[in-house]
């Protein structure tokens, strides 16, 4: 056979296996894996370096409405360029129906944004925001049927957050086609109960964000988001686990036979609460929900992702710029950690952190750096095997790794639309050197080879079965 593409010499990492291979990529798939494969448009000599599936970022934040004044720092051009740079060939973003936008009418509004402008695949999940006749009866339905079959629910934020007898009126609909429900976990009153405590003592500073949405806020949350898709039968992802107590509960779910999936994010396992101390307001630059929390908790999450108790590794990449009233300085945010717009980006650095962190240190193998980073986002989402494995018959979604390469993390060298990193100095030991997407060479030698913007959305199966 006459191949498009040969990677020649690669260590080939799997969730499952790693191995020597040469890869042959013919019409934007993988068409065979072997050994001394000849004959190619292009060979790329991959001697001393992985070749790993693409990263799937299942939980990205972009162009999203934020409130009065308030405007996301990636559209999806900057945000998939940064993406690509990081090693990532597919991102699942959140479709937000802003003001009284039909659900329908906002997933065509997303559409709109992404088409030509994506230099990575996007799949969209959907945020279900209310319960009227027309969201649940007619819009949700339809969608899930069309192939957005999962959706998140928010337990906190005013205009996004359901009641539980609202999150019950959705699970219902999720259990009857079949989707998969994600829940933001998080206890509105007691947040609102103890923001008004901190703001009427006066402490309005970034860091008391970070008080005033303590663990048990987030525990109690995770509780009651299983007890609920127990009463709804119907399986349920727990996103941005930020600690060990949210952890457990999902441990004791999983022990009495309920299907529980749980994800964490960088920030959980290298920022603390003390990072939102940082002077001359520079503390707004971490603030996100729920909030980096302490070294414990870092060491409970780690613990979670070597176990297996995290199937699910993701950004959270919700970016705003610092230096602006329309970011991190609308109006207000001096006075209160209430108006701070919430969020940080992340979705350039999550790979390289935990490569770094996690599989040259020692802490995980390379096996389960890919099934946490690609392939369980993969099965979850219905997007398996197209996506998140290498093997002959999935796209060619292939990311080259050099793990002797050593960087500083720092925000001259990140593509994204934000002005600051939180990992701002931070060191990792690894680093994506070339991206592929479906066999078509989009960064090389970690420069831009392709301008062109070839990402397309991804129409997906129902949620796969357990990992």
């Not at 020649?8 to 019409?27: C, E, L, N, P, R």
């Not at 659900?103 to 925001?129: M, P, Q, T």
């Not at 007619?138 to 069309?146: C, G, T």
């Not at 964490?264 to 290298?270: D, G």
Request: include cysteine; proline fraction near 6%; charged fraction near 25%.
């Amino acid at each position: 056979m006459s191949y498009d593409l040969i990677i020649k010499g690669a260590q080939v990492a799997t969730a499952s296996d790693v191995f020597s291979a040469d890869i042959g990529v013919k019409d934007g798939k993988i068409a065979t894996l072997g050994q001394d494969l000849r004959d190619a448009v292009e060979i790329i000599d991959a001697s001393g370096l992985y070749a790993l599936p693409g990263g799937i970022d299942s939980h990205v934040h972009i162009s999203q409405p934020s409130g009065p004044g308030v405007v996301m720092a990636d559209d999806f051009e900057s945000a998939t360029l940064s993406a690509v740079f990081g090693g990532n060939t597919t991102l699942m973003p959140f479709c937000l129906p802003e003001g009284e936008e039909s659900l329908r009418a906002a997933v065509d509004a997303y559409h709109a944004k992404a088409a030509g402008n994506c230099h990575v695949d996007v799949s969209f999940h959907l945020i279900v925001n209310r319960t009227d006749p027309q969201t649940l009866g007619q819009d949700l339905p339809a969608l899930l049927e069309a192939g957005h079959s999962s959706f998140k629910v928010f337990m906190t934020y005013p205009g996004m957050r359901l009641t539980d007898r609202e999150i019950l009126e959705v699970m219902a609909v999720a259990k009857r086609h079949g989707a998969m429900v994600m829940a933001h976990a998080e206890n509105d009153d007691a947040i609102d109960f103890l923001r008004d405590a901190a703001e009427s003592s006066g402490q309005t500073e970034p860091y008391h964000h970070a008080a005033t949405r303590p663990v048990p806020v987030e525990r109690e949350a995770t509780h009651r988001a299983i007890s609920l898709a127990e009463i709804a039968g119907v399986p349920l992802t727990i996103v941005h686990v930020s600690n060990g107590e949210a952890l457990d509960e999902i441990r004791r779910a999983r022990a009495r036979g309920l299907r529980v999936h749980a994800e964490t994010c960088p920030q959980y396992l290298t920022l603390t609460a003390e990072d939102l101390l940082r002077v001359n307001f520079e503390g707004a630059k971490y603030v996100c929900s729920p909030p980096p929390r302490d070294a414990a908790n870092q060491e409970a999450c780690w613990d979670g992702l070597v176990r297996g108790d995290f199937e699910l590794y993701s950004s959270d990449h919700c970016p705003f710029v610092f230096d602006s009233k329309e970011g991190k300085q609308a109006p207000g945010a001096k006075d209160s950690f209430r108006h701070i717009p919430n969020g940080i980006p992340g979705v350039e650095t999550r790979l390289p952190i935990l490569f770094s962190e996690g599989v040259m240190k020692g802490r995980l193998d390379i096996t389960r750096f890919v099934a946490v980073t690609a392939t369980n986002h993969a099965k979850l989402y219905g997007l398996y095997p197209q996506k998140g494995v290498i093997a002959v018959g999935a796209d060619a979604d292939i990311v080259l790794w050099d793990p002797a390469r050593k960087e500083v993390l720092r925000q001259e060298i990140l593509h994204h639309g934000s002005d600051y990193t939180p990992w701002e100095g931070f060191e990792v030991l690894g680093w994506p050197v070339t991206t592929i997407l479906r066999g078509r060479i989009v960064v090389r030698d970690g420069a831009l080879a392709d301008t062109g913007r070839h990402g397309k959305h991804l129409e997906r199966s129902l949620p796969g079965t357990p990992f």
